[in-house]
């Protein structure tokens, strides 16, 4: 493979062109990839996509790197709208461009088709105490459930080394060893419905925004 001198500089935390930059980013989510074995040939993969911009280069890149070094692995955008106004229904928007950008399939499945209630109507019920805690659970379960429709046997999503430091730090607060211990793995969920993999999990938020 042809490395510029630029991407050996990255390798060792320093400055980068642009181009350089681009390709390092990638070709180092291709060697997290590889070095956890996330994928084989012929999985079907859902990406979770939140409109976020950790979802959006993660979909962009599982495109770019599954055609660059031929994973042979299915994809598709799924998306869990939570129906709270004002906050998905933009968000969903920027899921719609990405599938046209992109090429890819896009499921949008709706809290209101899967449990007959929108966040809105739950938080009208229940009041703002704890319902980021329902709505995390919900959607956990809606991307298993929308996956499994889709054929899908594999989840990934685009949370990223700031987002996992941030889960260590709360479980550590919370004095909740089990999930301390869980909440760095690579790939979650072997247990349950689907295996859900983290291709950012070395991935710090301020590359992905660049
Ligand atoms: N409504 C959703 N539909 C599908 N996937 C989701 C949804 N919300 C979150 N995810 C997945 O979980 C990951 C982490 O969730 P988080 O709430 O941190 O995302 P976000 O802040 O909405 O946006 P992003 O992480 O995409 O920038 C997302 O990157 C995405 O893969």
Redesign the pocket.
């Given at each position: 493979m042809f490395v510029t001198v630029c991407q050996l500089i990255y390798l060792q935390g320093d400055t980068l062109c642009k181009e350089c930059f681009f390709y390092a980013f990638e070709e180092e989510i291709h060697k997290t990839i590889i070095d956890a074995k996330l994928f084989k040939r012929g999985d079907r993969i859902a990406i979770?996509?939140?409109g976020?911009?950790?979802?959006?280069v993660?979909a962009y890149t599982m495109k770019l790197l599954n055609e660059r070094h031929d994973y042979g692995v299915e994809l598709t955008l799924?998306?869990?709208d939570?129906g709270i106004t004002g906050y998905?229904d933009d968000s969903l928007q920027t899921v719609k461009r990405n599938k046209d950008t992109y090429k890819l399939p896009l499921k949008i499945l709706s809290y209101k088709e899967l449990y007959g209630w929108t966040m809105d109507a739950i938080v009208q019920e229940i009041g703002q105490k704890n319902n980021c805690t329902f709505c995390g659970v919900f959607?956990r379960q809606a991307?298993d459930r929308g996956a499994i429709m889709l054929h899908c046997n594999k989840v990934v999503?685009?949370?990223n080394a700031d987002?996992i430091a941030e889960t260590v730090i709360m479980n550590v607060l919370r004095g909740d060893i089990g999930r301390l211990r869980r909440c760095t793995a690579i790939t979650t969920g072997t247990e349950g419905a689907l295996p859900r993999c983290k291709p950012f999990k070395y991935t710090y938020e301020k590359e992905i925004v660049m």
């Open positions: 979770g996509a939140s976020g911009k950790d979802s959006t993660l799924l998306s869990i939570e998905r959607r991307l999503t685009g949370h987002d």
